[in-house]
């Protein structure tokens, strides 16, 4: 059966980001670390190479092959928690030294890459009827970090 995976390309901090990744998120741990063999392109002989990773429970490959690609936002870690307080933990934690908040709970790590921090309780504020959905997207488009209460009491009107 064939296995898919997540596979990111950065710079050269993918050891670094995964070791990070591993003591903020939950149940998350390096699995390996390969060293390039000699005559790797872009990467000096012994240099980290490929690091695997699991992040919660989704296997994610990260390759430093330098700097021709970039991450952006067209990829995102969502990391979905049950109450405010881990909201407000995750979103300071990740959007620590150097990172970038956005809106509407995403924000970038300080390696690039983008995480959506966002409360088990979204997709039920979000699947209401009509009105109350328009609300609370007009409320979370003004927000940063999500806030689950201003959310709800935006739907609820």
């Given at each position: 059966m064939p296995t898919v995976r997540t596979h990111l390309w950065m710079n050269d901090q993918a050891l670094d980001a995964a070791r990070f990744w591993e003591q903020t998120v939950p149940a998350t741990r390096v699995t390996s670390v390969t060293r390039a063999p000699s005559g790797t392109p872009g990467v000096g002989e012994g240099a980290v190479f490929v690091v695997e990773v699991q992040v919660g429970d989704v296997p994610v490959t990260l390759l430093n092959g330098g700097p021709m690609f970039a991450l952006d936002e067209a990829f995102s870690f969502v990391l979905e928690v049950e109450t405010q307080a881990e909201i407000d933990h995750?979103?300071?934690?990740?959007?620590?030294?150097?990172?970038?908040?956005?809106?509407?709970?995403?924000?970038?790590?300080?390696?690039?890459?983008?995480?959506?921090?966002?409360?088990?309780?979204?997709?039920?504020?979000?699947?209401?009827?009509?009105?109350?959905?328009?609300?609370?997207?007009?409320?979370?488009?003004?927000?940063?970090?999500?806030?689950?209460?201003?959310?709800?009491?935006?739907?609820?009107?």
């Open positions: 995750f979103w300071d934690v990740l959007a620590a030294d150097g990172g970038q908040t956005s809106q509407c709970g995403w924000l970038k790590d300080r390696f690039g890459v983008s995480w959506q921090v966002v409360p088990t309780g979204m997709a039920e504020v979000m699947a209401g009827e009509p009105a109350a959905v328009g609300r609370a997207m007009a409320a979370m488009l003004q927000m940063t970090k999500i806030d689950l209460a201003a959310l709800r009491a935006a739907a609820a009107g």
